[in-house]
């Protein structure tokens, strides 16, 4: 199915993104506030505008209502990314991608509610894998007991039920009205949200210290990640025309494993930006994992 390309391309993008966040924390904002990520994520968007403008020119010209609960869609989601920020700056990847997962359980709720969306019994089976999956991801079997991270898992809701909301709406225009009308307005909320923050004196003075560090590689690799961000969200968002929200979801929140994979890769090429484990165990461990996922996945697109 066409659509579930577009879903993967989600979490694929997004676990290439959260790699290059993490890099951006400890080498550019480790003594900078994460917050001014979102700035590079707003201005993105805003590049995008006069393009869909040209060649979407009705984008512009929706009823006032529709246009504030559309923005109101963007805020909420640079509200989940900022959360998600604050957790990745005293996380591991790897330990923060799982807590992704909770946007499916939101968003299956929300969509029940909002939009009368049902799934069957196979669909439900199906999303119950492919977030056991990245359940057993983020499973460690260290001797030491950790204790409850109650700071991480309060941020991670939070960013779940944020996306939630935001997807349920962008879900909702993007069908009643225009895809890229509804992409327009979501912009120009991330933009607003923006612009906001730079209304904030220190986080703008921080936001020019950063920028004076390194200009040309800080714009290069942050401008790269967005571009990741940015095709990871719009393709994710254009399967929501096509499929329950919760199952697109569901297949967002296989991030985590794409994390790892991709973890893997840099460390063994390039140890120096990320480590993962590479145990028999822990590859073994993660293999079950991909098998569940893909077993959920032909259920849910059967």
Same mark, same amino acid.
């Not at 009643?176 to 509804?182: C, E, G, I, L, Q």
């Not at 979801?249 to 993962?276: D, K, M, N, W």
């Given at each position: 199915?066409?659509?579930? +390309?577009?879903?993967?391309?989600?979490?694929?993008?997004?676990?290439?993104? !959260?790699? *290059?966040? @993490?890099?951006?924390?400890?080498?550019?904002? @480790?003594? &900078?506030?994460?917050?001014?990520?979102?700035?590079?994520?707003?201005?993105?968007?805003?590049?995008?505008? %006069?393009?869909?403008?040209?060649?979407?020119?009705?984008?512009?010209?929706?009823?006032?209502?529709? +246009?504030?609960?559309?923005?109101?869609?963007?805020? =909420?989601?640079?509200?989940?990314?900022?959360?998600?920020?604050?957790?990745?700056?005293?996380?591991?990847?790897?330990?923060?991608? %799982?807590?992704?997962?909770?946007?499916?359980?939101?968003?299956?709720?929300?969509?029940?509610?909002?939009?009368?969306?049902?799934? &069957?019994?196979?669909? *439900?089976?199906?999303?119950?894998?492919?977030?056991?999956?990245?359940?057993? $991801?983020?499973?460690?079997?260290?001797?030491?007991?950790?204790?409850?991270?109650?700071?991480?898992?309060?941020?991670?809701?939070?960013?779940?039920?944020?996306? #939630?909301?935001?997807?349920? +709406?962008?879900? =909702?225009?993007? =069908?009643?009205?225009?895809?890229?009308? !509804?992409?327009?307005?979501?912009?120009?909320?991330?933009?607003?949200?923006?612009?906001?923050?730079?209304?904030?004196?220190?986080?703008?003075?921080?936001?020019?210290?950063?920028?004076?560090?390194?200009?040309?590689?800080?714009?290069?690799? &942050?401008?790269?990640?967005?571009?990741?961000?940015?095709?990871?969200?719009?393709?994710?968002?254009?399967?929501?025309?096509?499929?329950?929200?919760?199952?697109?979801?569901?297949?967002?929140?296989? !991030?985590?494993?794409?994390?790892?994979?991709?973890?893997? $890769?840099?460390?063994?090429?390039?140890?120096?930006?990320?480590?993962?484990?590479? &145990? $028999?165990?822990?590859?073994?461990? @993660?293999?079950?994992?991909?098998?569940?996922? #893909?077993?959920? $996945?032909?259920?849910?697109?059967?």
């Amino acid at each position: 199915m066409s659509w579930l +390309i577009f879903a993967f391309s989600g979490p694929v993008l997004w676990a290439i993104s !959260t790699h *290059l966040d @993490k890099y951006l924390v400890e080498r550019y904002f @480790k003594h &900078s506030d994460v917050v001014l990520l979102l700035l590079f994520t707003a201005f993105m968007g805003v590049a995008f505008l %006069p393009i869909i403008a040209f060649f979407e020119p009705a984008a512009i010209d929706l009823p006032a209502g529709s +246009i504030a609960l559309i923005i109101v869609s963007g805020v =909420l989601y640079m509200a989940g990314l900022l959360f998600y920020l604050r957790a990745i700056q005293f996380e591991e990847a790897s330990v923060v991608a %799982p807590f992704f997962q909770a946007a499916p359980l939101f968003g299956y709720v929300l969509a029940y509610i909002v939009l009368g969306e049902t799934l &069957s019994a196979r669909q *439900l089976a199906g999303g119950g894998l492919i977030i056991a999956g990245t359940l057993i $991801v983020s499973i460690r079997f260290d001797r030491n007991v950790s204790r409850f991270k109650a700071r991480l898992v309060l941020l991670m809701l939070a960013c779940g039920l944020a996306m #939630a909301l935001s997807g349920l +709406i962008f879900k =909702l225009f993007a =069908l009643r009205v225009d895809f890229w009308a !509804t992409t327009f307005w979501l912009f120009v909320g991330e933009a607003m949200f923006g612009v906001a923050l730079l209304l904030i004196a220190s986080y703008r003075r921080q936001f020019i210290a950063v920028l004076r560090q390194d200009t040309a590689a800080l714009l290069a690799i &942050s401008g790269s990640n967005e571009l990741f961000n940015l095709g990871g969200t719009v393709g994710s968002r254009y399967a929501l025309l096509f499929a329950p929200l919760s199952i697109v979801q569901a297949i967002g929140s296989t !991030t985590a494993l794409f994390v790892f994979a991709f973890g893997v $890769v840099l460390s063994v090429f390039y140890p120096r930006v990320a480590r993962e484990r590479l &145990s $028999v165990r822990e590859l073994a461990q @993660k293999a079950v994992a991909a098998v569940a996922v #893909a077993i959920g $996945v032909a259920l849910v697109t059967r």
